[in-house]
């Protein structure tokens, strides 16, 4: 094994147990984003560029979009269901 | 050392259930399964490795030559595209949730189907 | 059962799982020997029989095929219940913007931004056009491709014109070329079936390997799952941004 691919399993093993053992989902994005691009190298230094080509867009790009969406969504939904609460607390 | 690959992929797949079942939110829950599925990938690529093995792709070298599986390589290229996917219909599933129920929480979820 | 409790069960189930998984993993070759024979015949017989110089790609669209048929359906069906499950309930409307699409912006994006969206866009859109008809030949195929491409119009989000972006591509226009593209898949496969003796079968004339139109239906098959994939990663995206930004429920 060489050292880059240690060197780039390493940075694979930090990245998904930090994913992981996140507690925030925004926080969690941004570290999968960054998860993402270890993996890349990865496939890239097990020589599959096929794979590290998806993965590329996929990993950064493509999946943190729809779940920063999401997010956005369920917290628009969430401030609006304790304004109309608080409202009828009143 | 050569152990290295798969213990890698053995550890993300329990930390990835692990995030699953501690999860207090079903956002996270989804981005969890995203690090269960990534062991899997490690894993099958780490299978088809071979010392010394190029890309599969024979544009350039000559057809003899020592080469990576390609087998597992398919199998996780169409699988990353596909995942990406199916996490989004867990999203979109999630966000309706929240409309209807009020909570992402998967405890308080269950408390409101009882 | 408690939180405490339950986590407390996960960690002797985990750590069983865990030992499980390495005692497996032991029987497994160790890292780099690999031994199979299957990635062999592959590479003896592929670049001969088909004229292809993408093994993987090959793979894909001609020796496993089928698995291909079966993993294209597993992204229409996903995306469809994406924009089912998403679409506008009785009770919500779409958010009342000001002034035409063209003109609607988004505040954040900086000036800079905006002109390096104006570069991206069309980068984006001849990359991914790129590694899809070079599947046969180079690192790429219809999937790859199809996502790059999808990301292009995607850019101009970062620009702010969102709704510009709804304009150029809408959702009916987005299920349309996802359908088409699975359409042309499955048709490709029934040639097969028409004019050779078995479906996806490979039945178009073969060429010279290294050419851009060798290696028969190959082509032609990363083709039609990159119109797959671009519309069906376009319309997930449109969905979710639409409910994130547009869609708000009726007062």
Same mark, same amino acid.
């Given at each position: 094994?060489?050292?880059?691919?240690?060197?780039?399993?390493?940075?694979?093993?930090?990245?998904?147990?930090?994913?992981?053992?996140?507690?925030?989902?925004?926080?969690?994005?941004?570290?999968?984003?960054?998860?993402?691009?270890?993996?890349?190298?990865?496939?890239?230094?097990?020589?599959?560029?096929?794979?590290?080509?998806?993965?590329?867009?996929?990993?950064?790009?493509?999946?943190?979009?729809?779940?920063?969406?999401?997010?956005?969504?369920?917290?628009?939904?969430?401030?609006?269901?304790?304004?109309?609460?608080?409202?009828?607390?009143? | 050392?050569?152990?290295?690959?798969?213990?890698?992929?053995?550890?993300?797949?329990?930390?990835?259930?692990?995030?699953?079942?501690?999860?207090?939110?079903?956002?996270?829950?989804?981005?969890?399964?995203?690090?269960?599925?990534?062991?899997?990938?490690?894993?099958?690529?780490?299978?088809?490795?071979?010392?010394?093995?190029?890309?599969?792709?024979?544009?350039?070298?000559?057809?003899?030559?020592?080469?990576?599986?390609?087998?597992?390589?398919?199998?996780?290229?169409?699988?990353?595209?596909?995942?990406?996917?199916?996490?989004?219909?867990?999203?979109?599933?999630?966000?309706?949730?929240?409309?209807?129920?009020?909570?992402?929480?998967?405890?308080?979820?269950?408390?409101?189907?009882? | 059962?408690?939180?405490?409790?339950?986590?407390?069960?996960?960690?002797?189930?985990?750590?069983?799982?865990?030992?499980?998984?390495?005692?497996?993993?032991?029987?497994?070759?160790?890292?780099?020997?690999?031994?199979?024979?299957?990635?062999?015949?592959?590479?003896?017989?592929?670049?001969?029989?088909?004229?292809?110089?993408?093994?993987?790609?090959?793979?894909?669209?001609?020796?496993?095929?089928?698995?291909?048929?079966?993993?294209?359906?597993?992204?229409?069906?996903?995306?469809?219940?994406?924009?089912?499950?998403?679409?506008?309930?009785?009770? %919500?409307?779409?958010?009342?913007?000001?002034?035409?699409?063209?003109?609607?912006?988004?505040?954040?994006?900086?000036?800079?931004?905006?002109?390096?969206?104006?570069?991206?866009?069309?980068?984006?859109?001849?990359?991914?056009?790129?590694?899809?008809?070079?599947?046969?030949?180079?690192?790429?195929?219809?999937?790859?491709?199809?996502?790059?491409?999808?990301?292009?119009?995607?850019?101009?989000?970062?620009?702010?014109?969102?709704?510009a972006l709804k304009r150029l591509a809408p959702v009916w226009a987005l299920e349309s070329v996802d359908a088409a593209g699975a359409m042309a898949y499955v048709?490709?496969?029934?040639?097969?079936?028409?004019?050779?003796?078995?479906?996806?079968?490979?039945?178009?004339?073969?060429?010279?390997?290294?050419?851009?139109?060798?290696?028969?239906?190959?082509?032609?098959?990363?083709?039609?799952?990159?119109?797959?994939?671009?519309?069906?990663?376009?319309?997930?995206?449109?969905?979710?941004?639409?409910?994130?930004?547009?869609? %708000?429920?009726?007062?």
């Amino acid at each position: 094994m060489t050292v880059l691919q240690a060197v780039a399993l390493t940075l694979v093993l930090a990245g998904g147990t930090s994913v992981a053992l996140t507690r925030e989902p925004l926080r969690q994005v941004l570290l999968l984003g960054l998860y993402g691009g270890a993996l890349t190298i990865l496939f890239f230094v097990l020589q599959a560029p096929d794979v590290a080509l998806s993965e590329i867009v996929v990993g950064p790009i493509a999946m943190p979009l729809i779940v920063l969406a999401a997010l956005r969504k369920i917290g628009e939904q969430e401030r609006e269901r304790r304004a109309s609460e608080a409202e009828d607390d009143r | 050392m050569s152990f290295y690959p798969y213990a890698v992929a053995a550890w993300l797949f329990v930390v990835g259930l692990w995030g699953i079942v501690a999860s207090e939110n079903l956002v996270r829950t989804v981005l969890c399964l995203t690090v269960v599925q990534s062991a899997t990938y490690v894993l099958l690529l780490a299978v088809g490795y071979r010392h010394g093995g190029a890309a599969p792709i024979v544009a350039d070298i000559p057809v003899h030559s020592r080469l990576v599986d390609p087998t597992v390589q398919v199998l996780v290229l169409t699988d990353v595209v596909i995942e990406a996917t199916v996490s989004a219909l867990l999203l979109a599933l999630v966000v309706q949730g929240h409309k209807r129920f009020g909570s992402v929480d998967p405890q308080q979820l269950r408390a409101l189907h009882d | 059962m408690s939180r405490r409790g339950r986590l407390l069960l996960f960690a002797l189930g985990g750590a069983t799982l865990a030992a499980v998984l390495v005692i497996a993993e032991r029987g497994l070759p160790s890292f780099g020997d690999y031994h199979g024979v299957y990635g062999r015949v592959v590479q003896a017989t592929e670049p001969v029989l088909r004229r292809a110089t993408d093994l993987v790609t090959a793979l894909n669209f001609d020796l496993r095929a089928f698995d291909t048929v079966g993993e294209e359906f597993i992204l229409f069906a996903s995306v469809a219940g994406v924009a089912l499950i998403l679409r506008r309930m009785r009770d %919500e409307d779409d958010r009342a913007l000001a002034s035409t699409p063209q003109e609607h912006r988004f505040t954040g994006a900086s000036d800079a931004l905006q002109l390096l969206t104006l570069a991206l866009v069309p980068t984006f859109i001849a990359l991914g056009v790129y590694v899809i008809i070079h599947g046969a030949l180079t690192p790429g195929g219809g999937f790859q491709g199809g996502i790059v491409l999808a990301a292009g119009p995607l850019a101009m989000l970062l620009a702010g014109r969102y709704l510009a972006l709804k304009r150029l591509a809408p959702v009916w226009a987005l299920e349309s070329v996802d359908a088409a593209g699975a359409m042309a898949y499955v048709l490709i496969g029934l040639g097969g079936l028409v004019f050779a003796s078995s479906a996806l079968q490979n039945f178009l004339p073969l060429g010279t390997p290294g050419q851009l139109l060798s290696a028969g239906t190959m082509p032609l098959s990363s083709i039609a799952v990159g119109i797959e994939v671009t519309g069906a990663f376009l319309l997930t995206w449109t969905e979710f941004l639409d409910q994130a930004l547009i869609v %708000e429920r009726r007062h």
